[in-house]
């Protein structure tokens, strides 16, 4: 009888970013040049991601701006991505609107998103950027501090939507009429260009519920005597991880019964990944839940734009917009970088502990590759070291060791099969950490440096690889 193959976590790949990593020496040759750990990020997968959003908007409504979220990701090649393609880009800091204008955006093409600061705000009027405000504090300052020949262009967040958890962010709905009411009286300072929402959530029926209370909100501020014109959906639109949803949903039926002791162990130090052990079973939903989607953000956009709303006599979101001169503005992050990035480590040992496990110690930390409430629900990719023969020793069960002298420094508190126990000087690919994974938490413990960020670009069948902080000199 043939063994049962091991449960396996597969991932999903752009095939460029597949080539490049079986090419010959492509992954040995830019950690030798550039050294490891480094992150590659390939903005030609994020041109097409770009390209897909907007051939979906383009289908369906006359008016639409895509901003990437800048937030999502320190790259500059991305932010130069966005540009190159005629996109908008969000910032959400000092630093992120430095970034975006150094990289060549107009004024115009910039939107700033989240809480500001007062000195912040007084950076931004006057700028001629479009402020997305948070509060009414920040609102009453731009009317403050406004000159009146040149208006403020503002979009205004809300929050507080029937059915959708509390936010920190945005005005909540029963104080909008407050906010309407000083945009009209200020109206010679402040340009309301309309409303805005973004929700920490991927659910398509608050999305749309969202959505109907905007409009309707939109509807109540041609009553101020006001003409909004946009409608900003945010972002939230979800990645796909896994390449084999069948295999995902057999991992973690597994996962869950070694968490009762059924078969084998698969977790490292008791960890339960947000799961909780009741009368003998498992129950909850897991910390790492967001791999297994399916639906890609085109899709999820698409879906959300065909949506029928009750509240406009069953018309679709994209027939409301295109009938009342509406422009849907939207603030994609991980829909752009999605598949866009990858993170490659190198094995420095391998070692048993004292219940039997197998531990592969890499040279990056945790915090390099996912923020530290999550895990990574993909297999990792091993690549054999430069001319070093890759032998077949059958899979091997393993945990994947940081570098750092701390106990919680599991790269993967689950067991990853991979295709042979690593040795020394091999290297372990970790796909799709674009999205926040490569700067969200990271730190430089024990004076570990951050690993740099490398521009992977394919040329008439040739890879080329350089800094992403040279990227405009090499483009």
Not at 370 to 386: F, H, K, N, W, Y
Not at 394 to 417: M, P, Q, S, Y
Request: glycine letters at 8%.
């Amino acid at each position: 009888m043939t063994a049962a193959a091991p449960p396996g976590l597969p991932a999903k790949m752009h095939a460029l970013v597949r080539e490049f990593v079986a090419a010959p020496h492509a992954v040995a040759d830019a950690v030798a040049e550039f050294g490891s750990p480094a992150h590659l990020v390939f903005p030609q997968v994020f041109a097409e991601n770009l390209e897909r959003l907007r051939t979906e908007l383009a289908a369906r409504v006359p008016g639409f701006r895509i901003c990437y979220a800048h937030k999502v990701n320190q790259s500059r090649t991305f932010v130069e991505a966005a540009r190159a393609a005629g996109a908008g880009i969000d910032v959400a800091s000092a630093a992120e609107l430095d970034s975006a204008l150094k990289a060549g955006f107009e004024p115009e093409r910039i939107e700033v998103t989240g809480p500001k600061g007062e000195g912040f705000v007084r950076e931004l009027v006057g700028s001629g950027v479009t402020i997305n405000v948070d509060n009414a504090w920040e609102l009453e300052r731009i009317a403050a501090l406004a000159p009146t020949r040149v208006p403020v262009p503002v979009l205004v967040r809300v929050c507080g939507f029937a059915g959708t958890p509390v936010s920190r962010f945005g005005v909540p709905l029963h104080r909008v009429d407050a906010v309407l009411a000083l945009l009209a009286a200020q109206r010679e300072r402040i340009e309301f260009r309309g409303f805005a929402f973004h929700l920490d959530s991927g659910e398509p029926a608050e999305r749309v519920r969202a959505v109907e209370s905007c409009l309707m909100l939109t509807e109540r501020a041609y009553g101020y005597g006001l003409a909004p014109s946009v409608l900003n959906i945010g972002g939230g639109f979800r990645q796909v991880f896994t390449a084999d949803a069948d295999a995902f949903d057999a991992y973690v039926h597994a996962l869950r019964e070694s968490l009762v002791g059924r078969g084998e162990p698969m977790t490292w130090g008791g960890n339960t990944f947000g799961f909780h052990l009741e009368d003998g079973a498992v129950h909850g939903t897991p910390v790492f839940h967001k791999y297994a989607n399916i639906v890609s953000a085109d899709r999820m956009l698409a879906d959300l734009l065909d949506t029928g709303l009750e509240s406009q006599g069953g018309r679709t979101f994209a027939q409301v917009a295109g009938e009342n001169s509406i422009e849907i503005w939207l603030e994609p992050g991980k829909a752009l970088v999605d598949h866009a990035g990858i993170t490659v480590a190198r094995v420095e040992f391998v070692k048993e502990t004292a219940d039997g496990s197998t531990l592969v110690n890499l040279d990056l930390s945790r915090d390099t590759v996912t923020p530290a409430d999550q895990e990574v629900m993909v297999d990792p990719i091993l690549v054999p070291a430069r001319d070093v023969p890759d032998p077949s020793s059958g899979a091997a069960g393993v945990f994947l060791a940081g570098r750092l002298c701390l106990e919680r420094d599991l790269i993967t508190n689950h067991k990853v099969w991979l295709p042979r126990l690593p040795a020394p000087g091999d290297f372990v690919v970790f796909p799709n950490t674009a999205a926040y994974h490569m700067d969200l938490s990271a730190a430089r413990a024990s004076m570990h440096p951050v690993p740099p960020k490398l521009a992977v670009v394919q040329r008439s069948g040739t890879f080329s690889v350089g800094r992403d902080v040279d990227w405009h000199e090499v483009h």
